[in-house]
Every structure is written in structure tokens, then in C-alpha cells.
């Protein structure tokens, strides 16, 4: 396989790559290689037209992470009680000889579907993280139903629109109004900040953010609309109201492109901005100052995030607001309309990579989000199958970052459970599991990424040689179809540069050196695709104000028939007065970087904001000992008095390790895990709880 192509930096050595983690920039990166085990910097690639040689801090200082002396480099057995951290080491092949005979085992006694392949964003290379479907294909494991991240919000978006893109994201520079919606874009997409930077720069761009708490996206913008958590449907509503009264609606636009402009209108009658204020905490001048700004800016670009749609109401607030600029035509302009995240803009055969020859249909699918249930036997969550057993688990740390974090913890603890993690450290999960294996970073493998909040693919050669005996997923995957007796079928005897080359081409793109060589493919479509004016992907080619939400998911009962405030949330009470968001920290990633020193020391210490209202009448002072909690746990932190939140919500920016708080358990205690509407998903940002000062 070719190295990565050596790019010009004067004397130093610098190759290209992609950032591999669970981020929408899938930043095009320059890494500064030392040698054949090193890597020095790391920067943004200049000449890519989205990157533009911005990157977040995270990965500029991802040698602290390569390097990090707590990688995990050597197969590990677990020698005593779990959890207890006692373990040894052993060679490759006798952890991975365990680890088939503990499948086989467990096949043996319950069927395969007791064997659940367990993964998710901790890379987001095709080969590296989708290739656990083809193991779990070919032996007839139980399958994975992914809906941690994006189920509620592309529920939401492929109601209104039917496929899964937008407006290029480089057309921020060209609006006049950028509407940053429930997500915090300095922490989490910093691309975006650059695009909307340029704007304001080069056309005096107004720049609104909406978002429970003034976080650093906010105090970049120059309106917040500091709601309650959970009601974003209520104030685009409230917005669409005034659209309508004002004269702002586009009638030619609704008539050519919608679905029932005329029922919508008729609609909205009785939910004016006095109606949207009560819900959403705001007052009505903001919001009709917001509609009015919005209805008269034809080149206005809602760019959505996945952050107000992790509510229980999430699938409808995102259709909410993408109904937008379908009332204004902004679509119409160069500079308007909207993106949540260009997914389905490419045409990957994943055939081979997934092997979907092999998938059976019939199998049943867990639910990722429902670990918890599931490995403590609730029949529901179980399909009524038999019990789960056994588990690989790769890119993912559940034991840390997913909801209701009690019950997966006594899942976890079953002494008739065997796991195997795949990891790069010694994780929370990983701490539990019975055999440990040493795992790859992106720089010491192979891969293919394409990005959600852009439009390129790019190639991720190998850069350096792994540590100890780190080894890459792919091998995993080879060497246990071998053991278990799968090895012949399609893809198990080929390598990851392989397979990544064959993947490109069976899709009809350039093969593996071609875009190592060419950096990135710049998938964008034209103007007219991107902007829906050849008609929206529904069978009618319109826009729809009123969803078949039927299509898109079973739980689809309750869903309202026209955009709407959905009062399904986790609503605040006398015995849990607060609604809690869970929102990103700038530093961490999920699970990832918590294990480095420069994000743990900028981030410091697990704190939940605090109105100062809430504070004096509980009588919490600034940085006071304090636990939140509700029936699912109880969580110790510290407070910080903020008042850049309604009285009544709480913000913890996470996640942190379990570690790292005084009770020994996250902020996932508290949140719940219970299946959104109207096609499952984590309501990570909907949760009411109590707080108290701690002694």
C-alpha cells in the first residue's frame, strides 16, 4: 500500500490525512510526520475549500494523544473479579482465541443471536468502523441498530425535505443572516465559525444563535434566543405565524414547492408570538424581531445542529424549523435555505465493507441506545430473543456515554457476560471487560472518510507504525471470521487498503491511491440539486408541511400533523423543578481527549451552571459541592453560578469520566433511555431533575 503523499512544507516532512472522529468537519488535516513511529504537528489543510486550514484544538495537539504513555499496547486477560482491574497479559492469539471460543460458546447455548457487535463513532472511516456488520452478517449475530447521534434529527429533517442535504455549507460566506440552531459550533464544527466569520467580515452578515445557554457560539452572535430546552418547535412556530401575518411568506414559492401552504396558515392562526413566549421562555418582541429579520433576509442559511433535536419532541422540532425557509422561498437564493448534514449526497457501496450478501433481515436488531435494558434481559428491549452473552465492542465507551448509566453498569457486571473491547485506552469500558485488545489510532491505518457537514471524501493512508502491538479493526475482524469458521466469505481475506480501494471504485469514485494523490473529491451538487429546485425528494417533489411521519418510523402515532410544539418532553415538577442539558464540552469529544492532559486541566472539573436566582433560593454559593439527580441516579458535581440560562434549566457541559466525579458515576445517570419518537434515538438533552447542596 502507498504512504500518504509528502506534501511541501519547507523542511518539514508533513502528510495528508483526515480527522477520523465523531465530528461533521471531517477536518482535512496536515500532519507533520518525524519519523516512521512519530508525528510532531498537526494543522488544518489551507487549500481545502471547507477545512481552510482551520482545526479544532483537540486534534492540533494530537500528538499528546498518539504519544500518550497510557495507550493500551498489548492484548490483556482479566484475571480477577470484574472491575477490579486485575489483568495480564497474553499474546494476540490466545486473546483472540478466547474470544472466539467464548462466541461459540455462547452460540452454542442460546442461538447466535446472543452475540451482539457492539461499535459506533469512535472513527468514522468506512473500514475501520462499519466492517463489525460484515463479522455480524456472516455468523447471524444479532444486528445493531444505530441511534445514539443522528435518529431524532434525521427523522425530523427527511420529513420536510426527504433527503438528507442542504445548501453547501461554503454558501455561509455569501448570506446575509446565519442562523446558528441548537448547536455550539466553537465547540463542536469550528469550520462553520469560519464561513460565518467571512460573512460578516466581507457582507456585514447577522449572525443569531439559538441555544438554551450563552455558550461561545452566542457571544459570537448578535442575537441569542436563549430558550427552554425542548421548545425550538414552539418558537419556530411562533416564527411561521408572523411569516404568514406579515406579508413575509413566499406564496409563489409555497404554491410551486409545498405541500398545503393554505392547512399550514390555517393552522398557525392560533399560535401567535404570545403563544410561543409561554412555552419557550422568550419574550414575544424577540420573536417577532426574529421573524421579521428572517422574512426579509432572502439570503438566510439555517445551519441546524443535532443539539435541539435530543429531545423526546426532537424529530418534530427539527421539522419545525426546516419549514423555515420552504414559507420564505430562501432556497430560491445562493446563500439561503438550510443544512443539517450532507449524508446523503454520496454514493457509497458499502456491499462489500458491510457484507450485505450475508445480512439477514430477520435477525433481530438492538437498539444502541438501550444497552442498559438490554443486558439486564428487559424482554422488550431483548425483541423477545433470547439473553445477550457475549459482546465485541469497538469505537465506543458505553460504560461512560450512554443514558440511563446505572442500569448499563449492572448490565455490565453480569458474571454470564463476556466482553471483548477493542480500544486504544483502558476505558471505562474496557476496565469490565474479559479480554482487552490494544487498538490503532487513525494515523496507524488505512481508511476512506466522507464528512456530513461538507461535501468531500478523502483518504486516510496509514502515517505512522502503531505502537506495541496495537492493531487495527480490520485485523480483528479477519482473524475472528477465521476462528469462527467465516473466514471464506467475501472481504475477510482482503486488507484494509484493500478493501477501501475495491469500496471506492464499486461506487464509482476514484480507487485509494488516485485520492490519496488528489487529497479530496468534492462531491458537492449543483445549485439547483443542492437548493431542492428540481423539486424535494418525496414521491410528490415538494416540500412537506405535513410529514408521513408513518414512512419514517413505527412510534409515529403521536407525532403532530403540522409543525408544532410536541409537549412530550421530560417536563419539569415540583419533585424535579429543572430541565438539564448535557451539552459538549470544547475540549472533550465524547469519550475521547478526556485522557489527555491538556483537555483534563482546560476543562478542570465536572460543574453544572447555575442560575443565580436557582442558587440564592437553594443556598448554593459559586462552586459549592452539589448533586443532581432524579430516579434514575444522582450525580456529584460542583456549581457555577451562569446567568446566561433561564431560571428553572441546568447546563453540564460533559462528558466527563465517571471518575471524575465525587460519586464515582456521570452525568448519564440521569439521562434516559427511552425510544424517541418516531424512530428511537437518546433524549440526551431531555431530562428533569432536582438539585441540592452537598456536604
Not at 482479566?78 to 462466541?103: C, H, K, M, N, Q
Not at 424482554?379 to 461512560?400: D, K, W, Y
Not at 467465516?486 to 480501494?501: K, L, T, Y
Request: with cysteine.
Amino acid at each position: 500500500m502507498p504512504m500518504n503523499a509528502t506534501l511541501d512544507k519547507g523542511s518539514a516532512r508533513f502528510v495528508a490525512s483526515a480527522c477520523p472522529h465523531d465530528c461533521p468537519s471531517t477536518c482535512a488535516l496536515e500532519v507533520e510526520r518525524l519519523d516512521a513511529h512519530t508525528i510532531g504537528r498537526v494543522r488544518g489543510a489551507a487549500d481545502n475549500s471547507y477545512t481552510a486550514g482551520v482545526i479544532c484544538a483537540k486534534v492540533a495537539r494530537y500528538a499528546e494523544r498518539v504519544h500518550h504513555p497510557g495507550r493500551l499496547l498489548r492484548p490483556l486477560q482479566r484475571t480477577g473479579a470484574r472491575g477490579d482491574g486485575s489483568y495480564r497479559e497474553i499474546s494476540w492469539d490466545a486473546a483472540l482465541d478466547e474470544v472466539a471460543e467464548a462466541f461459540l460458546k455462547a452460540e452454542a447455548a442460546h442461538g447466535a443471536e446472543a452475540v451482539w457487535p457492539y461499535h459506533y463513532a469512535g472513527t468514522m472511516g468506512l473500514v475501520q468502523r462499519k466492517g463489525i456488520y460484515r463479522l455480524a452478517h456472516a455468523k447471524g449475530y444479532s444486528r445493531f441498530q444505530e441511534t445514539i447521534c443522528v435518529t431524532i434529527s434525521q427523522a425530523g429533517y427527511k420529513a420536510g425535505c426527504g433527503r438528507i442535504t442542504g445548501t453547501d455549507p461554503r454558501e455561509m460566506a455569501k448570506s446575509d443572516l446565519i442562523v446558528i440552531w441548537g448547536t455550539n459550533a466553537v465547540h463542536t464544527q469550528v469550520n462553520v465559525m469560519t464561513h460565518v466569520a467571512r460573512a460578516r467580515k466581507e457582507r456585514g452578515a447577522k449572525v443569531v444563535v439559538i441555544d438554551p445557554y450563552r455558550n461561545a457560539t452566542a457571544e459570537f452572535g448578535d442575537t441569542h434566543l436563549m430558550l427552554r430546552p425542548g421548545t425550538d418547535g414552539a418558537l419556530a412556530v411562533g416564527v411561521m405565524h408572523v411569516l404568514f401575518a406579515e406579508g413575509y411568506a413566499d406564496w409563489d414559492y409555497m404554491r410551486r414547492y409545498t405541500d398545503c401552504p393554505e392547512a399550514l396558515e390555517a393552522h398557525l392562526k392560533d399560535r401567535p408570538p404570545e403563544w410561543a413566549a409561554e412555552v419557550t421562555g422568550l419574550s414575544v418582541q424577540e420573536i417577532v424581531d426574529f421573524a421579521r429579520l428572517y422574512g426579509r433576509t432572502e439570503r438566510s442559511y439555517l445551519r441546524l445542529g443535532y443539539g435541539f433535536a435530543r429531545q423526546r419532541n426532537g424529530a418534530s422540532n427539527m421539522h419545525a424549523a426546516i419549514c423555515l425557509p420552504a414559507i420564505t422561498g430562501a432556497w430560491r437564493h445562493e446563500g439561503g435555505g438550510a443544512l443539517y448534514v450532507n449524508g446523503d449526497i454520496y454514493h457509497f457501496d458499502m456491499s462489500l465493507i458491510e457484507g450485505h450478501a450475508m445480512r439477514d433481515e430477520s435477525i433481530r436488531a438492538l437498539d444502541q441506545s438501550r444497552i442498559g435494558a438490554v443486558l439486564t434481559g428487559d424482554a422488550e428491549a431483548l425483541h423477545g430473543g433470547p439473553p445477550v452473552t457475549a459482546m465485541l465492542i469497538q469505537n465506543t465507551n458505553p460504560m461512560m456515554v450512554a443514558p440511563d448509566l446505572n442500569v448499563v453498569h449492572r448490565g455490565f457486571m453480569r458474571d454470564d457476560l463476556f466482553t471483548c473491547v477493542h480500544e486504544q485506552f483502558m476505558t471505562e469500558t474496557a476496565q469490565v471487560a474479559d479480554i482487552v485488545l490494544p487498538a490503532t489510532t487513525f494515523l496507524e491505518h488505512d481508511d476512506i472518510y466522507k464528512s456530513g457537514g461538507h461535501q468531500h471524501i478523502m483518504m486516510g493512508p496509514k502515517v505512522i507504525e502503531p505502537p506495541g502491538e496495537a492493531r487495527e479493526n480490520h485485523y480483528v475482524f479477519r482473524e475472528l471470521a477465521q476462528r469462527l469458521g467465516v473466514g471464506d466469505q467475501p472481504g475477510f481475506a482482503m486488507s484494509a487498503w484493500e478493501m477501501a480501494d475495491e469500496t471506492l471504485k464499486m461506487s464509482g469514485y476514484p480507487g485509494a491511491a488516485e485520492l490519496t494523490e488528489m487529497r479530496w473529491l468534492d462531491c458537492q451538487p449543483g445549485f439547483e440539486e443542492a437548493h431542492f429546485l428540481n423539486g424535494f425528494a418525496h414521491a410528490d417533489g415538494r416540500f412537506h408541511f405535513a410529514p408521513d411521519w408513518a414512512a419514517i418510523g413505527p412510534a409515529h402515532a403521536v407525532m403532530p400533523k403540522l409543525p408544532d410544539h410536541l409537549n412530550i418532553i421530560d417536563v419539569a415538577t415540583a419533585e424535579h423543578p429543572f430541565r438539564l442539558v448535557t451539552a459538549p464540552a470544547r475540549n472533550f469529544l465524547n469519550s475521547s481527549f478526556t485522557e489527555t492532559p491538556t483537555s483534563a486541566k482546560k476543562e478542570r472539573r465536572p460543574e453544572v451552571m447555575v442560575h443565580p436566582d436557582d442558587a440564592e433560593r437553594l443556598g448554593i454559593a459559586e462552586g459549592a459541592p452539589v448533586s443532581l439527580g432524579n430516579a434514575r441516579g444522582e450525580v456529584a458535581l460542583h456549581a457555577t453560578l451562569f446567568d446566561g440560562l433561564q431560571p428553572g434549566v441546568l447546563i453540564v457541559e460533559s462528558i466527563w469520566p465517571n471518575s471524575a466525579f465525587d460519586g464515582g458515576i456521570g452525568i448519564n445517570a440521569v439521562t434516559g433511555a427511552d425510544a424517541v419518537p418516531p424512530n428511537g434515538g437518546a433524549a440526551f438533552h431531555d431530562t428533569a431533575v432536582w438539585l441540592r447542596p452537598r456536604n
